[in-house]
């Protein structure tokens, strides 16, 4: 069989069984347990509330587009599909064996699976910075399919360590919040990096609802679960944060188009 075709047909399987897994995480759910209780027994500061975590639906959505994109005869060649297509294919089964390790209480490896995911996805964004898309559609099924993917796995990284330090350590709640804090504004310089170096709005806006939704996780500790004692100075400063970076983002993102529709109109 001809490897182009190998790997389309690869990147189309891979989708599939990921999607019908973290299906039946929530159907079955796999162990006894959905991913959002396993979530919620894991009492952290650095977690955002259930909610957030509907940017899935996002993310596979346009996982589909991208392995409908992909698969198409005229893609067959494609360079850049090509040169991401197999990373894409590992990435998709190291997503598979996280939900499946993580159902099953293997939180150090699913660290693991996480960091290879993560590394899958810095390359193939990288790779596409590299190889500009040539049209909407490309920008559209491929591009902003990866920056948001990565957006949210960059999240999901921290949140993953968070859960293997709870688990193997004991730490004032204090310590906690301040270290929480920390952490947000290291996705703060992430998110901006990325804007500045890749002029990439998408990656920082999944952290903003990240980080607001970290803010709300704070309030239902103390309203919904009472399992953590009341962090106002943390809500504060995680909603406002998050406030404040998208918006940065937007008008960063508005000035760019403004410009460049000058510059066609004067060219």
């Known amino acids: 069989m001809n490897r182009d075709i190998l790997r389309q047909i690869s990147v189309i399987l891979i989708t599939i069984v990921t999607l019908i897994v973290n299906g039946l995480a929530t159907a079955l759910p796999l162990n006894g347990v959905t991913t959002a209780k396993l979530s919620d027994s894991y009492w952290i500061r650095f977690v955002p509330a259930g909610y957030v975590f509907s940017v899935w639906g996002i993310i596979y959505t346009f996982l589909i587009a991208f392995c409908v994109y992909q698969a198409l005869p005229s893609k067959r060649e494609d360079p850049r599909m090509r040169a991401i297509g197999w990373w894409f294919v590992v990435g998709s089964a190291a997503n598979t064996l996280w939900l499946l390790f993580w159902h099953y209480y293997q939180v150090e490896v699913t660290l693991v699976m996480m960091l290879t995911l993560l590394a899958t996805l810095i390359y ?3 790779t596409l910075v590299r190889i500009p898309a040539r ?3 490309e920008r559209l099924c491929v591009d902003l399919a990866f920056h948001i993917y990565i957006g949210w796995i960059s999240v999901a990284t921290v949140v993953n360590v968070a859960v293997v330090i709870f688990r193997h350590g004991t730490f004032s709640d204090e310590t906690a919040i301040l270290w929480t804090m920390a952490l947000i504004v290291v996705a ?7 804007r500045l170096l890749r002029r990439d709005t998408a990656y920082g806006m999944v952290i903003a609802w990240a980080l607001y939704g970290l803010g709300v996780k704070q309030v239902q500790y103390v309203t919904n679960e009472a399992h953590l004692p009341a962090a106002p100075q943390l ?6 944060t998050a406030i404040s970076l998208a918006s940065v983002l937007f008008a960063w993102w508005l000035v760019d188009q403004v410009r460049t529709l000058t510059r066609k109109a004067t060219a």
């Open 135 to 137: 049209t909407i559609a």
């Open 235 to 240: 809500v504060s400063f995680a909603s406002m």
């Open 188 to 194: 703060v310089i992430l998110a901006l990096s990325q």
């Open 124 to 126: 193939t964004v990288i």
